[in-house]
């Protein structure tokens, strides 16, 4: 149990150098957009304390520069 719990944090460790582009193999749909920091197609959700979409595994804002970049929000 203690050894499973290990592995799942280390999946969780994120990208020090996010991804410039979304992998060719991606496939998002409406509303999907993808993480450049864990590598992950996730939903931001709206943080009601500060107003501001994050990504619910990383907590990186929406309003980070290579979110909109990987994304084309800029
Ligand atoms: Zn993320």
Not at 36 to 53: M, T
């Amino acid at each position: 149990m203690k050894e499973k719990q290990l592995s799942l944090f280390k999946l969780l460790k994120f990208n020090k150098n996010p991804d410039k582009e979304i992998p060719e193999n991606i496939h998002l749909e409406k509303n999907q957009l993808w993480c450049p920091y864990c590598s992950n197609i996730v939903v931001f959700v709206r943080d009601k304390r500060l107003g501001v979409k994050k990504c619910p595994i990383c907590s990186i804002t929406i309003n980070d520069y290579w979110v909109k970049k990987v994304n084309h929000l800029v």
